[in-house]
């Protein structure tokens, strides 16, 4: 398995990717995962590792930037604000880790999908609303909010949200509001709640002892673990 760093930019914002795949591979369909506010730390690659021994190149983008890795004090919320009252400025992020893992040889440029994780997977949302060229995009305990909705038949990716129905940073009224966004943007949905899942039910972005709003729920990771493979098999077939 070949494991690398990958330097890109965001204008003038130096970023470190990683780059997961089995060795020689060339022009394997391609998953671009987007992580937590954790950014890319071991456990979000380890992540990328096991989508790599499914047979897929798969990049890890870097959001905050190069050697930028937040970790308590820092709050969650104080990491990722200013992108999400930005939104723009997080698809031009965004937008600069999918260019740099087209770029890689060891992708299919043109069959890509994307899994995001809390933030990241606001920021999958945010690529499928702004048309990016995407198979598919898996949205994992991620903030649904959208101050730029989709447009009407703009979303050429699948989507689907795999929701905690205990997550507070996402609450019921935001899922009912985005399922109001996707029918009118005609597109192409699915969204899977799961009972007594709190935010970060992965374990991305969770840090420590399972917190009143987050933690890992083994159960939710393994089925939401399983439904994201599935959904990468139909969105490449």
């Known amino acids: 398995m070949m494991r690398t760093r990958v330097s890109y930019l965001d204008e003038q914002q130096p970023l470190d990717g990683y780059l997961a795949a089995a060795d020689s591979a060339r022009n394997l369909?391609?998953?671009?995962?987007?992580?937590?506010?954790?950014?890319?730390?071991?456990?979000?690659?380890?992540?990328?590792?096991?989508?790599?021994?499914?047979?897929?190149?798969?990049?890890?983008?870097?959001?905050?930037?190069?050697?930028?890795?937040p970790v308590p004090p820092q709050s969650p919320m104080t990491v990722v604000g200013p992108f999400l009252d930005d939104r723009l400025r997080f698809r031009r992020r965004l937008w600069a880790g999918l260019r740099a893992f087209q770029q890689r040889p060891e992708c299919n440029a043109g069959c890509i999908a994307a899994i995001g994780y809390c933030i990241g997977g606001c920021g999958v949302l945010e690529l499928a609303r702004a048309a990016a060229p995407l198979r598919g995009v898996v949205s994992l305990h991620g903030i649904l909010s959208a101050p730029i909705p989709a447009k009407a038949r703009a979303v050429q990716a699948k989507v689907l949200v795999l929701h905690g129905d205990a997550d507070p940073v996402a609450p019921a009224e935001s899922v009912i509001d985005f399922q109001k966004e996707m029918r009118l943007a005609q597109a192409n949905w699915q969204i899977n709640i799961y009972g007594d899942a709190k935010h970060s039910f992965t374990g991305e972005g969770a840090v420590g002892d399972r917190t009143p709003e987050a933690g890992l729920h083994p159960q939710t990771e393994a089925r939401s673990w399983q439904t994201s493979v599935e959904f990468l098999r139909e969105v490449f077939k």
């Not at 590792?49 to 890890?60: Q, T």
């Open 29 to 69: 369909p391609g998953v671009l995962v987007v992580p937590s506010w954790l950014n890319v730390n071991e456990s979000i690659c380890r992540r990328a590792d096991r989508l790599a021994e499914l047979g897929y190149a798969v990049f890890v983008a870097d959001l905050f930037g190069a050697g930028v890795r």
